[in-house]
């Protein structure tokens, strides 16, 4: 209990050098925190912007559509009719359904001309699955049969565009043929997602079935279920498929999000690096500062041994001040974490500097602010492992220290 | 039985290829309560020697028995062993950890060796503190201690755990000669109280004259030994 008493003590020794090093291990616990904080925080938000605004929890496609999806052709399509809604519908879980009709078009301002994503919606359905129109800061959505369109601003700025603007979508149809689709410009959209504010064009559902001449065909059903039962409801829509002897197939919002996922991974390789950096240093800090208090306290270890001390009990007493540097600077880390999370959490990361604020670009369908998640347990594990890692790098050095020849400690010679 | 035998004590450095003998052949004999000073000039071997006794170092040649058993061929492990619970050591530099005040300086020592109760370990620290004469300043750090003081703190640690002999390596080099004789008039008492040996070197005959056995080192070997009073 003695050597715990002069360990602690001699944390007082040093005071400048201890400080820096426990300001050290601070700082690299607060970067880890606060990147692991923004990291997942862009993996939740990029997650929720897929779901929310792109594909819900789960798509239902023909399996030939989904192996073409990328070209949004307009074959393999699924023919509606209200027993198929009706039936997702009833499924346990399953809070709306919307039909989509995805399709290339160019859109052209009669001046300009650009590829766009056209989306023809049942504006009802829609706001079933997703929240875009409260995302709509000028004018409003379409009504069905309306010969309007609702655009993002991000593509009404490059196209130079406002709200009652007429423009005209070129379009093939099923048969191969050109058709235009005439719309006015009923709302601007910016939604979180910018996916859906650079190239994707609104228009209600009819309008863009008859335009391409498909009947009542969709290319997916976008389902919004509740949150983590996506694997229960897949079942049991596969299963309603199955019966009713439908050629299609549930797939989760994960199998749309594949680049974000594999960003998502490389974010765990990451902070994988960055955890190991911040351990390094860690171990550094404390490893320099075991050698140079031996070197330091020399005579003292000498006169440690004259007095009795086995090596063990020497190295103890430089571990427990290694093992309190380690702790106080874990706390000092996770303190000064909690603010640099709290800050994120509240008023977030702001991504101007990326492209304007949109980070589309680079795969991550966010726009404007990253803001950070709380992630207790990375706190209670970094301090933990600080402290192993505190304990771990100081025994080589320390038993370097207490193997020192007790007459040369003594004369420090 | 003699508290110390010294058979044939041989002591050599290598320092590269050069071998330099620190000791030649040293024979010694010490019995209990002796206060024996071993002086000589600079290279004589004294620091060497006292290490030999103390179990810091290993002879290269010869025999050490202290009280009966043989240390000579010891492991460290079993050496520091000794140095625990039969050695006092007083440094010429003190040697104090100089964040424990002077009451856990000789807590220290004594927790080594000794697992009784708190207030068992006070009353022993405390009164040896007092033997010292430094009441009322238990609770001072070195540095705000004279080197008197400090070395009276040293003392103190050295005689806590009642060590079979107590080793002085010059103690009073760097304390002015009226305090360095006040340090050796406690060791003396101590000497005569508890009937601890003492071995001390120091190069000052004002130090010297209180020692009742004088031991002349010269080229490693003993050249004079002589007991008086």
Redesign the interface.
Known sequence: ??SL??GL??L??QKRRNILIIFVIAFAFFGYLVMDSLMNGMEEMSFDNIKNYDTGNIQVVNPEYWEDREDLPLENLIYLNQDIVESIKKIEGVLGVSPELRFKANLNNGIDETAVIGLGISFDQYNEVFTTQNYIVEGSMFAPGELKAVIGVSLAELMDLKVDDYITLLVRTKDDTFNTIDVEIAGLVRAPNPMINNGIVFVPLDVAQQALNIGNGVSLLALKTVSGEEERISKSLTDNFKNKDLNLKPYSWKESASSVIALSAAKKGGIGTVLLVVLLIGMLGIINNVILSALERT??I??M???????W?IVFVFMIEATGIGILGGLAGCLLGYIGVSWLVKYGFSIGYISGGDASGYGIPILDRIYGIWNYPAFTFLFILGIIIAVLSSILPSYWAAKKD??KA??HR | MALLELKKVKKVYRQGKIEVPALRGIDLTVEQGEFTTIFGPSGSGKTTLLNMIGCLDTPTEGEIKLNGNKVSKLSQKQLAMVRRYNIGFIFQAYNLIPVLTAYENVEFAIRLIDHSKELQIKEKVLKILEEVGLKGLENRRPNELSGGEQQRVAVARALVKEPKIVLADEPTANLDSKTAADVVKIMIKMNKELGTTFIFSTHDPAVMKYANRYINLKDGMISTDERRG
């Open positions: 209990m003695f008493k002069l003590k001699n007082t020794r005579e003292e000498g006169m041994k004259a007095l009795g001390m086995r090596e009990e007790p007459v003594i004369y």
